[in-house]
């Protein structure tokens, strides 16, 4: 069944905060990577659902690059409220050229759709997951495509990278300088994205506010 556009806003009128999770699900993400990616997803869906504010004004979705597809939805938009995390499997290349451009396509999107609809809403956030390097063609375009986006104040990219990862690449996606995860913490990062989500969703469009304690991005934006 197709959904209405704008009719999540009928019953929840509330400023949003759009977050998409870029996610890198790889070949070389098999094993226990995958497995502890799974959990820190569901650790990000528990940790939302107990802020009543953030519950209602975050708005998730999940793009995943590798797998039988190159680039694919595997969660639309959806409040955080009603948020269940995907199980996800690794397999195939990193298309996160093509997976950045969709991202940015999606957020432009429900934008529009936020406008015609009366709803305020926050920078976008995209958090970029990956353990190696983009092996699309043509990805630094799409690169130059985040960083311009992100530079005229339309949305804020955190590229991460796990020990393997090629971090001049990820860096090149976003004007900040990409998180290095410690082994395999993704519950961690995601127990903290939530956090920072919840900060955020509390917050008004062009304020500044304090991220919770990390080693990098301090202060953003929103």
Request: glycine fraction near 8%.
């Amino acid at each position: 069944m197709t959904a209405i556009p704008g009719l999540e806003f009928v019953d929840n009128t509330n400023q949003r905060t759009p977050c998409v999770l870029l996610l890198d699900i790889s070949a070389s993400m098999a094993g226990e990577p995958i497995r502890q990616l799974n959990e820190g997803l569901r650790a990000f869906a528990e940790e939302l659902q107990k802020d009543p504010v953030a519950s209602l004004r975050v708005q998730v979705m999940v793009i995943t690059v590798g797998g039988p597809e190159d680039v694919r939805v595997v969660q639309p938009w959806t409040d955080a409220a009603d948020f269940t995390a995907p199980y996800l499997s690794a397999n195939g290349l990193t298309p996160l050229g093509q997976g950045m451009h969709r991202a940015l396509e999606e957020i432009a999107n429900q934008k529009a759709v936020y406008d015609a609809n009366g709803i305020s809403s926050t920078r976008p956030w995209v958090i970029m997951l990956s353990d190696g390097c983009p092996n699309d063609y043509g990805w630094e375009s799409y690169a130059d495509q985040a960083r311009l986006e992100e530079e005229n104040k339309r949305v804020i990219v955190f590229p991460i990278g796990t020990k393997g990862a090629d971090f001049e690449a990820l860096g090149s996606f976003s004007t900040k300088t990409p998180k290095k995860l410690k082994g395999l913490q993704f519950r961690e990062l995601f127990v903290w994205l939530s956090r920072s989500m919840s900060t955020v969703s509390a917050s008004v469009p062009g304020e500044r506010v304090s991220l919770p304690a990390t080693d990098s991005w301090a202060e953003i934006e929103v």
